[in-house]
């Protein structure tokens, strides 16, 4: 067969302050949207748009590459953005009679200044290009706020199963298995759509703890009940969207309607079950510092879950570096810090030097740098090799870097603002993570892939950033009415005008 592959992929945070326009997107070492064969060479090993051309050569199917448009959240794209990213997918395409399939790589949760489900308006494109007898399949992250009219337009989604996404490959294997089965000589036809009445926060989303890990499993248990290739998906949504379809769901696409209705609503139920534990309390970053100093040996993490690359944060804010440098904290480091023009001065300056900068506090309105004198404890530029869980073997390249440190603390900032963190962004500049007790990332739930395995305990805070983790301190106007605003919370009810 002869299949068309690519991907158009944004996490957009409505409340972020700054827009996402086309130079935004592209591959992790900056250079511009890989197109055509590039993208089997300029994309992550372990992303779901590798799994499904691995497999699809495997089976000896020629690929058609399209384009695999990635950024960092920011808020919505601009509309010259969209189109002309939309219409470099569309025209990748070509003549959709010499097609038996197009496979994408997408988000779930992308918001554009003119299109608030931009992921159902990018299917409605490709689904008007191919017409109706091409199958179109796509890859969701489980952050997805996912619609009706997607699940219509599109002949198969599947989504990620964890969080910290440690299975995008699988996905996309899964995503191809579910395209198979729809140009068997049996193709399923049902599918089924439910939307899950209340806000997940975030930082409770992640897999490897309950009650999500146990959600999860369930999941896959009722996914194998509906047999003949069923593919169920459960997406917890992306709660920094002031969008109607923000809301976590559930769907799934399958040969026996009955059998999939059964599983949907079961798994609807447990997950009501365990609505009380999608709560959104969190403690300030002094609290969790003077936490932090009270506990044994041992690494400890601090997860400064609001200031997250990864959903749309500026990277920069200072209050944990703040904090530790308060209480006198020893043997510590915060990172990612993005603050380019302090990296600059740490490379003019040169290993060992002192320099007195305003460090971060630069992107969130009303915040201010931290102004001290550091050491320049450690430097890199340039590429290096990622080795944590979700992106082992893929290179980054995140500019100049430096290992700052003042009074003890450390800080690792970067010249670019980036979504992940890994060991690795830390060691790359001489701050290993294993060799300190505390360590402070700026980063949600995507640490724990690698950082847990080395920390003694983690805690959470919240303190000020652009990633809002409690939606009921969020100014949202376009919910559904009801929709309650985390786990028992109180639910969105729009202003009167």
Not at 139 to 164: C, F, K, Q, W
Not at 197 to 224: D, G, K, V, W
Not at 480 to 491: H, I, S
Request: glycine share 10%; with cysteine.
């Amino acid at each position: 067969m002869r299949i068309a592959i690519g991907g158009f992929i944004h996490e957009t945070n409505t409340f972020a302050p700054a827009p996402t326009v086309f130079e935004d997107f592209g591959d992790w070492l900056g250079n511009g949207i890989p197109v055509g064969k590039e993208i089997f060479e300029r994309t992550p090993k372990t992303i779901a748009l590798r799994g499904v051309s691995a497999r699809a050569r495997d089976d000896g199917h020629e690929l058609v590459p399209l384009i695999h448009a990635p950024a960092s959240p920011a808020n919505k794209l601009t509309e010259d953005c969209f189109e002309r990213i939309s219409a470099m997918l569309i025209e990748r395409i070509g003549d959709p009679t010499r097609l038996d399939g197009v496979i994408l790589d997408l988000h779930g949760a992308m918001v554009a200044k003119h299109h608030s489900d931009a992921d159902a308006e990018i299917l409605r494109r490709v689904r008007s290009h191919v017409g109706p007898n091409v199958p179109v399949v796509a890859s969701l992250d489980l952050h997805g706020n996912v619609t009706p009219e997607m699940i219509t337009i599109a002949d198969g989604l599947v989504g990620y199963r964890t969080y910290p996404h440690v299975d995008m490959y699988q996905t996309g294997e899964r995503a191809y298995e579910l395209f198979l089965a729809l140009k068997s000589d049996a193709p399923p036809k049902a599918r089924g759509f439910r939307s899950i009445p209340f806000l997940m926060p975030i930082h409770r989303q992640t897999t490897m703890n309950s009650p999500c890990s146990e959600l999860y499993a369930s999941l896959a248990r009722h996914e194998a009940e509906c047999g003949d290739g069923a593919k169920l998906s459960f997406m917890m949504g992306f709660t920094l969207a002031d969008v109607n379809q923000c809301r976590p769901s559930l769907y799934g696409f399958g040969a026996d309607q009955q059998k999939l209705d059964r599983a949907l609503d079961a798994m609807l139920e447990e997950i009501l079950d365990c609505e009380a534990e999608f709560h959104a309390a969190l403690p300030s970053a002094d609290e969790a510092v003077a936490e932090a100093l009270r506990q044994p040996e041992g690494v400890t993490v601090l997860a400064d879950v609001q200031d997250n690359a990864g959903g749309g944060g500026t990277s920069d804010t200072i209050w944990v570096l703040e904090s530790l440098l308060k209480a006198k904290a020893k043997d510590a480091v915060v990172g990612l810090m993005f603050d380019p023009e302090a990296a600059k001065a740490a490379h003019a300056a040169g290993l060992g030097a002192d320099i007195e900068i305003p460090l971060g506090g630069k992107g969130m309105p009303g915040h201010a740098p931290l102004v001290r004198s550091f050491r320049v404890a450690g430097l890199h530029d340039g590429v290096f090799r990622l080795k944590g869980p979700m992106m082992a073997g893929s290179d980054q390249n995140l500019g100049k870097m430096a290992w700052l440190v003042c009074d003890g603390v450390g800080v690792v900032v970067t010249s670019v603002r980036t979504w992940y963190v890994e060991r690795e962004s830390f060691a790359i500049t001489g701050a290993v993570p294993e060799e300190h007790r505390i360590v402070s990332v700026k980063s949600t739930n995507h640490y724990r892939a690698d950082f847990t395995e080395l920390s003694s305990r983690i805690i959470e805070l919240g303190a000020p950033g652009a990633v809002t983790l409690d939606p009921s301190k969020l100014s949202y106007k376009n919910l559904q009415p009801g929709t309650r605003l985390y786990g028992t919370g109180p639910a969105f009810q729009p202003a009167k005008v």
